[in-house]
């Protein structure tokens, strides 16, 4: 007969609040750590490093051996959807991604039946490190928001403000539709694949949510999200998501009751106050310290780690950052982190 294992992390996800909030940390597998930077020499380029399973499965397992923390999510990255879709994406030391950028002409030419094939080695680093965690710990998966992936496709790397992928939606439409399109069905297939393989919940990572205004941010964040939520719970019923519209501000709660997601992550530059009046508590929430304050640790720290956790005491809450983790961060800051969260 066998045996439920509690999972704190995904109780929460599913509204139950807990005694203690469970804790991850976005990018906990990364620069910040020397194991990680090890490990990086052995892939030719970024990419390579998320398409090799057992790479990538080692980098995801080396913050779960360092920290006690309550999740592990896939190591891998939000452009492996274009990259999947045949638009070449590379990574250049200094940079950050570079994409050959789509126009309204050849995003016809994005090749959406291939999307699955090229993304089987990230569904075996899934079903790789569904074996190889604890039990009581849960497996996040993941895939960036249509629009936060729409911005790097039309603009060719990150901006600041996402100029010519806003620019591209007014002045072209129909063209830029047929882009969400294709990645909402791309994102569900992606999405429920990594289900199928192992992950308890996913994440849509929303990075770009800010600079946009009413309108747009219904058109371009909410309803791609929704459409995410509601045909991947077609597929995976009753499918756990965690929403992280990361700059939404007074967004948060029509994109929180618009989606349908489980959680919804909250950003470093989101008052606490506001999400208590502005949220329903039943609402389950994820964050938010800024990562800089974890860089500088101490009484800086330590005094909004305790504030964070007082103003969500009465909801579901999962502690995380506000953003991913940098690669300055001392490693004692994130176990005394930890220990703080724990109460220990």
């Known amino acids: 007969m066998s045996t439920v294992v509690h999972k704190p992390m995904l109780a929460t996800v599913l509204g139950q609040r807990q005694e203690r909030p469970p804790v991850w940390i976005m990018r906990q597998a990364g620069r910040y750590l020397p194991e990680y930077r090890e490990t990086r ?174 309108a747009a941010f219904a058109l371009q964040v909410m309803e791609p999200n929704r459409r995410i939520v509601e045909g991947l719970r077609e597929r995976i019923p009753n499918a756990p998501v965690i929403g992280f519209p990361r700059g939404a501000a007074g967004n948060l709660a029509r994109y929180a009751a618009y989606t349908g997601v489980n959680v919804l992550g909250i950003d470093y530059a989101t008052p606490l106050d506001f999400v208590r009046s502005a949220l329903p508590n039943t609402l389950p929430v994820q964050g938010n310290l800024d990562p800089l304050r974890l860089v500088v640790g101490g009484e800086a720290m330590t005094s909004q780690v305790d504030r964070i956790l007082g103003a969500f005491s009465d909801r579901p809450h999962i502690f995380n950052l506000g953003h991913g983790i940098v690669p300055e961060t001392p490693i004692a800051h994130v176990e005394q982190l930890i220990a703080r969260v724990k109460g220990r």
């Open 41 to 214: 020499k052995q892939a030719k380029n970024f990419l390579e490093l998320c398409y090799t399973p057992e790479l990538a499965v080692e980098v995801t397992l080396q913050p779960l051996r360092r920290f006690d923390l309550d999740a592990s999510i896939l190591f891998s990255d939000i452009l492996v959807i274009p990259d999947a879709l045949g638009q070449p994406v590379r990574f250049e030391t200094g940079e950050g991604p570079i994409l050959d950028p789509v126009d309204e002409t050849s995003i016809d030419g994005l090749e959406k039946g291939r999307a699955l094939d090229h993304l089987a080695p990230v569904l075996e680093t899934v079903r790789r490190l569904r074996a190889a965690i604890k039990p009581e710990q849960t497996l996040i998966g993941f895939c960036g928001a249509p629009w936060t992936v729409a911005t790097y496709m039309l603009g060719g790397r990150g901006s600041p403000d996402q100029w010519v992928a806003r620019k591209f939606a007014l002045q072209h439409p129909q063209a830029f539709a047929k882009l969400m399109d294709i990645l909402v069905e791309t994102s569900v297939d992606y999405l429920a694949a990594q289900f199928e393989a192992g992950a308890d919940v996913v994440q849509l990572f929303e990075s770009w949510a800010l600079n946009l205004d009413d």
